[in-house]
């Protein structure tokens, strides 16, 4: 069976870059660096001139939490409908009931609103509050992958859990393995896991093209540097890429 290596991108540069390097699918979000919120339809559009690979869009009207308000589900429906007009291949969602388990009703809506696109249940199953329960669960309402690190900040560290989950998927399901996968440990994650697609963004640090540099001013968050940006790199997907075409 092929890898898949899915590539999670938050602008033209890094999906170039990704697709350089050899990742067969993307993942497209904006604000990688809070964990990805739904991206610009613009910047979706122009990705798409540019490539040829498969372009699935996380659908996230907000960082923290997946218990969303009536408004932002129904900006959920409306932003996976102008996707699917426009001509993602998937939808990236995931919405949790309050007592942590996910919310089935509002998910067979986005499912249905994503009809004929591929859907993966993304990191909220990593808050889900049995894991396995939530597996089944996604089956059953026609989830195609879920991408989780095994419950915990790194998937090295959700080791275990993300191979009794390969297991428990049975092949019915992609279990989508994803934060922290680097060519360094891509080899031991899925020869032990069993899984067969994998999602790494890549990252290296990027010096901004800016000379004039304000000083003691932040534009957000003030640990971030205005002057570093995030961009995937070419290299590591292609070391990526290599280490599972040899395994």
Do not use: W
């Not at 509002?106 to 990593?126: P, S």
């Not at 003691?216 to 075409?245: A, N, Q």
């Amino acid at each position: 069976m092929a890898y898949i290596l899915e590539a999670c991108v938050d602008s033209v540069e890094s999906a170039m870059e990704a697709i350089k390097g050899g990742a067969n699918r993307l993942e497209l979000c904006s604000n990688l660096i809070i964990g990805g919120t739904t991206p610009n339809i613009n910047l979706f559009k122009l990705i798409k001139e540019k490539s040829t690979i498969k372009i699935n869009v996380l659908i996230r009207p907000r960082y923290g939490d997946f218990c969303y308000t009536e408004n932002e589900f129904e900006i959920m429906k409306k932003d996976i409908q102008m996707f699917k007009e426009a001509g993602a291949d998937g939808v990236v969602i995931g919405i949790l009931k309050p007592d942590g388990t996910l919310d089935l009703e509002r998910l067979k809506v986005l499912i249905a609103e994503a009809k004929g696109m591929h859907i993966t249940l993304h990191r909220a199953f990593d808050l889900c509050s049995d894991p396995f329960a939530a597996l089944e669960e996604a089956k059953l309402i026609g989830v195609n992958s879920i991408l989780t690190s095994g419950q915990k900040n790194k998937c090295t560290e959700g080791i275990e859990l993300l191979k009794a989950l390969v297991e428990k998927a049975e092949g019915s399901i992609e279990i989508l393995i994803g934060s922290g996968i680097n060519s360094n440990n891509v080899q031991e994650i899925v020869s032990y896991t069993g899984s067969h697609a994998v999602h790494a963004s890549g990252k290296i640090e990027v010096e901004s093209l800016m000379e004039y540099r304000k000083k003691d001013i932040s534009m957000g968050f003030p640990i971030l540097s205005e002057y570093v940006i995030l961009r995937t790199d070419k290299e590591e997907i292609t070391k990526i890429r290599t280490v599972l075409e040899q395994l």
